[in-house]
């Protein structure tokens, strides 16, 4: 079968590549798309201790069973044996593996997963279906914030940033406002729901959602929240958290970090995924993908293609 190989720094190409082995407990999915993630192309640029190459990496994916029924792979694979696996909360399960960077991933025409990693998705478009697991980190980070209803804020427009807007406005929010130095985001943050778009931060909020990361985004984010508010960090560009203790503890505002989703809230971006239309997520067929995974390490992507899919099936 075909698959995407990383293969080491920068180096990611298309190969023939050996049948997946199905181990006891397992399934092969027949990959439909598979989005390409941020922390894809972290791993692609600078290497993970957890992902040593060759590896086909890929973790956002739907695809079809033998018998044809469709489904939603949740890559986050819990010991099952553990407080947190118990509890649903595989993402901080000490023991997880994840499909696509401790295990070979959806970057592929066929993969093999844990059949209890499987969701029916039997209602969502290929596209919907990729989009469910960066949708599933959205309800976390809003599930982190205490799930507030008045004005929001998102810093950065990218997929996480957009897959947070769609969470919010399908559970009701109506004053968002998204921030992003991009202009082109911007616009498609207005087309999928925000009210106000800004270049960079400013006003009051109830929560902030930083899916940027960076040191400056983070004292903006805790500047911008209000008093009792939540600022919740779901971005991880950098490590630096230059924020004023005194004006967390004075203000009651509350910091929460988000990483991930429980085994509920992956089955809930489920269900909200048959609201979404992202026509920000766009298709490349496999025989160009290598291209465009190259494209996107070298920052060159196009810039209304905030998620990229690569279409293994017709
Ligand atoms: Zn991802
Ligand atoms: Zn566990």
Request: hydrophobic letters at 45%; aromatic letters at 6%; charged letters at 20%.
């Amino acid at each position: 079968m075909k698959a995407l190989v990383y293969e080491g720094t920068r180096r990611v190409r298309l190969r023939e590549v050996a049948e997946p082995e199905i181990g006891p407990g397992e399934v092969l999915v027949h990959v439909d798309r598979a989005g390409v993630c941020g922390s894809d192309l972290g791993l692609f640029r600078d290497g993970m201790a957890t992902a040593a190459p060759p590896l086909v990496p890929g973790h956002e994916f739907g695809g079809r069973l033998d018998d044809g029924s469709f489904v939603v792979v949740n890559p986050m694979v819990g010991c099952g044996d553990c407080a947190a696996c118990a509890a649903g909360r595989t993402n901080l399960c000490r023991q997880r593996r994840l499909i696509g960077y401790t295990r070979a991933g959806a970057f592929a025409e066929r993969v093999s997963v844990p059949w209890r990693n499987l969701v029916p998705a039997p209602g969502l478009t290929p596209t919907q279906a990729a989009l469910v697991e960066p949708l599933a980190n959205g309800v976390h980070g809003w599930n982190r914030a205490g799930r507030p209803e008045g004005a929001v804020a998102i810093i950065g427009a990218g997929a996480i940033g957009m897959c947070l807007l769609q969470v919010l406005v399908a559970r009701g929010l109506s004053d968002i406002t998204v921030v992003d130095p991009v202009p082109a985001r911007l616009d498609l943050a207005l087309a999928a729901g925000a009210r106000t778009v800004l270049p960079r931060l400013s006003g009051s909020f109830e929560a902030v959602f930083d899916a940027a990361g960076t040191g400056a985004t983070r004292t903006d984010a805790v500047k911008c929240t209000a008093f009792g508010g939540t600022v919740a960090l779901l971005g991880l560009h950098d490590d630096r958290l230059p924020a004023s203790a005194a004006s967390l503890i004075v203000g009651d505002r509350s910091l929460a970090g988000c990483f991930g989703y429980t085994e509920p809230e992956f089955v809930e971006a489920v269900e909200l995924a048959a609201q979404v239309d992202a026509p920000w997520a766009q298709d490349v067929p496999l025989e160009d993908a290598q291209a465009a995974i190259d494209e996107l390490i070298a920052g060159r992507g196009p810039a209304a293609r905030i998620k990229t899919l690569i279409r293994f099936a017709a």
